[in-house]
């Protein structure tokens, strides 16, 4: 059978990097978004006879077929083969190996193997022996798998070394965090960051929090959450809202504003009641306006005057109460997170994939962009080191304009980026004003007060955070 082996180092102790592995959300930060969703959660950790069911899809093929609900799935679960794995040994600090049970393979084992390395580091040797249930002749399918291995075992190398020098750097004792919007594309991964380091989250559900002991159920609409399940916390983040793609209707505009409020002031009441120190509060650089030609936008900046600049004004409004109140308040204002599994790069993708990738927008309008990974530690730091507050820009120290987004993603991809992408598309998509808050932009926005907080971007270069992000 074929056998694919990556040998990585990182600069820690071996209980270090091995206790990492052990924690709750060291799965979601080795999965690249879109590639792989839990179905169910591991049964007992990493230990021998836990098992996970997974769904298995590719970001790509998930761009290009719908999204549809099937039975014993989440609604809008990505079409995907479903993977059930079993950890099979375990010899704490220095193996673990887990199999599938069903699944695409015909076999599949992966054994991680932790050793000493020079000056007290650590080296992993992962060993993956499978075998397809089909061969292809000439090897083809075993050239694709392989290709597929060396991108993904790449992006869990170097998702490892940046989430242990975040936590290293940080060296804070263990916090108890509640997180709203955990279900999200920023959610998940801040969650599972979080835990990672050994600190503890509480995530608000608005369905039944029955059987999930990290869970407590609240109904933002309503304004419905019980101040007890904050009492005792560090702190509160609010990633919770209407997502804004989609089609801007006047039903799903007034959807967007109306999940932000309901769930900014409901959480802006309760972290003042229960005294939690720390409100990390989601916002977007859509305040300043869709269209600054020839400025530089600070936090200092006067906010624009369209329909999102409103909808970011009403929303960090509502956790003024919170500060008021002596509350840390931090509001990220991010921009364009860049992710295969979701947001604005998720689409462009497969355009790109089969050769009809192109800008969107004008060549020379500016795009204020953050890696998912770097928003996620950015707000990582801000809970942590109690020195990020107020309005805070969350994005990348280099932003680039339309045509140089364009040509470092064709670069990346390895695919032409010469011919624009029609408008016509995204206004059908989106409708006109979608089309004109969301694509037809020009925001250069600066990262100076996070980069001055102490905060580290891992990713501070467009050609990186693609490379990660779609594991090249």
């Known amino acids: 059978m074929p056998v694919f082996e990556r040998v990585s180092r990182y600069p820690y102790p071996r209980a270090t990097v091995f206790a990492w592995h052990t924690r709750p959300g060291a799965f979601a930060r080795l999965s690249p978004p879109g590639m792989a969703t839990a179905l169910k959660p591991l049964t007992n950790g990493i230990e021998v006879g836990s098992e996970t069911e997974l769904l298995i899809s590719h970001p790509l093929v998930a761009g290009l077929l719908p999204h549809v609900p099937r039975r014993g799935m989440r609604k809008g679960a990505p079409i995907g083969v479903r993977w059930l794995v079993r950890h099979v040994e375990f010899v704490a600090n220095e193996r673990f ?84 919007g955990a279900s999200g594309l920023i959610g998940t991964q801040l969650c599972a960051l979080l835990t990672t380091g050994g600190h503890t989250v509480t995530r608000l559900v608005r369905r039944s929090a029955k059987g999930q002991p990290d869970a407590v159920r609240w109904d933002p609409a309503q304004r419905r959450l019980d101040v007890a399940a904050l009492e005792g916390a560090d702190a509160v983040v609010n990633l919770s809202g209407e997502s804004i793609a989609g089609r801007f209707t006047r039903a799903h505009k007034e959807k967007v504003l109306a999940s932000r409020l309901d769930a900014t002031n409901t959480l802006a009441s309760a972290v003042t009641a229960a005294k939690v120190p720390a409100l990390v509060q989601a916002s977007a650089i859509g305040y300043y306006g869709a269209r600054r030609p020839g400025e530089l936008l600070t936090e200092a900046s006067d906010p624009g005057q369209d329909l999102l600049a409103g909808v970011v004004r009403a929303w960090e409004a509502a956790a003024q109460p919170a500060a008021d109140a002596g509350v840390r308040v931090a509001q990220l204002r991010t921009g364009i997170v860049l992710s295969e599994g979701g947001g604005a790069l998720a689409p462009q993708v497969p355009l790109f994939s089969v050769g009809l990738g192109g800008r969107l927008g004008a060549p020379n309008a500016w795009m204020s962009w953050i890696g998912l990974d770097d928003t996620v530690r950015a707000y990582l730091h801000t809970i942590l080191t109690d020195v990020v507050e107020g309005p805070t820009n969350l994005v990348a120290p280099r932003p680039v304009t339309n045509q140089e987004f364009a040509t470092t993603l064709g670069r990346v991809l390895h695919r032409p980026a010469a011919v624009p992408t029609p408008s016509i598309g995204p206004k059908l998509l989106l409708g006109a004003d979608g089309y004109d808050q969301m694509i037809d932009t020009d925001q250069r926005v600066a990262s100076q007060k996070l980069s001055e907080s102490g905060f580290w971007f891992a990713q501070g270069t467009l050609a990186d955070a693609l490379r990660h992000a779609l594991m090249r």
């Open 97 to 180: 190996v887990d199999e599938q049970v069903s699944g695409p393979f015909k076999s599949w084992r992966h054994e991680h193997s932790f050793t000493d390395g020079p000056g007290g580091s650590t080296i992993i040797t992962d060993r993956v022996t499978w075998a397809l249930p089909v061969s292809i002749p000439g090897g083809i399918d075993q050239a694709l798998v392989e290709m597929q291995l060396d991108g993904l075992f790449a992006f869990r190398e170097r998702q490892l070394r940046d989430d242990l020098d975040l936590h290293t750097r940080l060296a804070a004792p263990p916090r108890r965090v509640v997180v709203a």
